[in-house]
């Protein structure tokens, strides 16, 4: 069974950084596409961030040059690092897997996610 | 603008049929790409409901039925229960975007 274990989410002031990490079992995650996708409190879902197998990397325009995505073969991790943070960066971080080699494809399974809050 | 549009809210009674639009554009579904829905029951972790347009996950009900056509794509539940009460989204791959794009979600509300 495929399961996504995300932490390192918590209270941040703005301007600060923050890694989050997503675990990975059943799966070896530099062999798939992977994403990290956010939900602000009570709000939407809204795209983020994906890594191809090959190591290629994509980003909303809401984060580009502050987020990076990032894995470890190692640790069969996937990892968000979070800078410059700001107010509306606030929200659930959830990791998901795309089906294999489809950057177009959808999100499934999901972690359970972890929250960021970010305020000073 | 790259979006995807769904009414904010819909209802029906128990037992009725409902559907959900999301509605995009030349860059995403006209573009060919594939439209894949979710239900974010409350408190939850958003769950695949259809994928590739028309595809259901196994274990998910054939009360829940998909489609695409053009620029729009609509999700449609037949036989509505109480459970499905719930948030739905629907997602695509925008090529302006150079990634995905959810729409901003539908609350199914049922009498």
């Known amino acids: 069974e495929v399961q996504l274990v995300e932490s390192g989410g918590g209270l941040i002031q703005p301007g600060g950084s923050l890694r989050l990490s997503c675990a990975a079992s059943?799966?070896?995650?530099?062999?798939?596409?992977m994403s990290w996708v956010r939900q602000a409190p009570g709000q939407g879902l809204e795209w983020v961030s994906l890594?191809?197998?090959?190591?290629?990397?994509y980003y909303a325009d809401s984060v580009k040059g502050r987020f990076t995505i990032s894995r470890d073969t190692s640790k069969n991790t996937l990892y968000l690092q979070m800078n410059s943070l700001r107010a509306e960066d606030t929200a659930v971080y959830y990791c998901?897997?795309?089906?294999?080699?489809?950057?177009?494809?959808?999100?499934?399974?999901w972690g359970q996610g972890t929250l960021v809050t970010v305020s000073s | 603008q790259s979006v995807l549009t769904q009414p904010p809210s819909v209802s029906g009674a128990p037992g009725q049929r409902v559907t959900i639009s999301c509605t995009g554009s030349?860059?995403?579904?006209?573009?060919?790409?594939?439209v894949h829905w979710y239900q974010q029951l409350p408190g939850t972790v958003p769950k695949l409901l259809i994928y590739?347009?028309?595809n259901r996950p196994s274990g998910v009900p054939d009360r829940f039925s998909g489609s695409k056509s053009g620029t729009s794509a609509s999700l449609a539940i037949t036989g509505l229960q109480t459970e499905d009460e719930a948030d739905y989204y629907c997602?695509?791959?925008?090529?302006?975007?150079?990634?995905?794009?959810f729409g901003g979600g539908t609350k199914l509300t049922v009498l």
């Open positions: 059943g799966l070896t995650v530099r062999s798939n596409y």
């Open positions: 998901a897997k795309l089906p294999y080699s489809n950057y177009a494809g959808w999100f499934d399974p």
């Open positions: 997602q695509s791959y925008d090529s302006s975007l150079s990634g995905s794009l």
């Open positions: 890594i191809y197998s090959g190591g290629s990397t």
């Open positions: 590739g347009n028309s």
């Open positions: 030349s860059s995403n579904f006209g573009a060919g790409y594939d």
